[in-house]
């Protein structure tokens, strides 16, 4: 069975544009969470998706981040436009249930914004 | 919110020393641990997990400890071997609640 899959594993932009970020999780996985990590801190929260819908958004840092889950089945986030800040790996994790539980993660994706 | 510190960031050891990685939380009703290991270059997998109806928890050379009233519980590796380097992050969470990491902790086994 395939694990969490993400997409691109690094991505380069400049200040100011576009990036989506894609997820496949494992299939039959309601959840999904959308993490992030700066260099040397800690993976924190953005978001969670029970099936298609959004359960708890409280960690994403502003509206140029969007995050989507059409249909239940992957999910991808867009940052639009990137800011110096962003730069980081994002991770996406899934699991059977929520909480109390162990999420699989993704290879994360590695995003540089220069 | 839940807060999770973990500590040291760093830990260089020698091959066969032990390792022990120590994190606090701030919420008394998690009730879930678990442990993660981040590989060079591969993604974050659970290597052990305990529950806060558990003091202590071993597989192999690893263990976790649990010490509820104090808030705080460690990941104790023995016998360290150079596979070992990795970052080991920690994590918390209760019931439903999406776990908490800790900031991670790089350790490096020296051969």
């Known amino acids: 069975e395939a694990g969490v899959t993400q997409f691109p594993s690094h991505s380069v932009i400049e200040k100011g544009q576009t990036v989506t970020l894609r997820c496949d999780p494992i299939?039959?996985?309601?959840?999904l969470y959308w993490y992030r990590r700066v260099m040397g801190k800690e993976i924190k929260f953005l978001l969670h998706?029970?099936?298609?819908?959004?359960?708890?958004e409280s960690g994403m840092p502003n509206n140029r981040f969007l995050a989507e889950r059409t249909g239940g089945t992957y999910s991808t986030l867009k940052v639009q436009p990137a800011e110096l800040e962003d730069s980081g790996v994002y991770f996406c994790?899934?699991?059977?249930?929520?909480?109390?539980?162990?999420?699989?993660f993704g290879q994360g994706t590695r995003l540089t914004v220069v | 919110g839940e807060n999770v510190e973990q500590h040291p960031s760093t830990l260089s050891v020698q091959e066969g020393d032990s390792a022990v990685i120590k994190c606090t939380y701030s919420?008394?009703?998690?009730?879930?641990f678990p442990w993660y290991k981040q590989e060079l270059g591969k993604r974050p997998q659970l290597i052990i997990d305990?529950?806060?109806?558990?003091g202590e928890k071993k597989d192999q050379r690893i263990a976790v400890t649990l010490n509820k009233t104090a808030k705080h519980f460690s990941l104790h590796i023995t016998e360290t071997q150079p596979e070992d380097s990795a970052v080991y992050f920690c994590?918390?969470?209760?019931?439903?609640?999406?776990?908490?990491f800790g900031r991670g902790t790089s350790l490096i086994v020296h051969p």
């Open positions: 994790a899934s699991s059977q249930v929520t909480g109390g539980t162990e999420a699989f």
């Open positions: 919420d008394s009703a998690s009730n879930y």
């Open positions: 998706f029970v099936k298609e819908s959004k359960q708890d």
């Open positions: 994590a918390a969470s209760r019931g439903s609640y999406i776990p908490t």
């Open positions: 299939s039959g996985h309601d959840n």
């Open positions: 305990i529950r806060s109806n558990v």
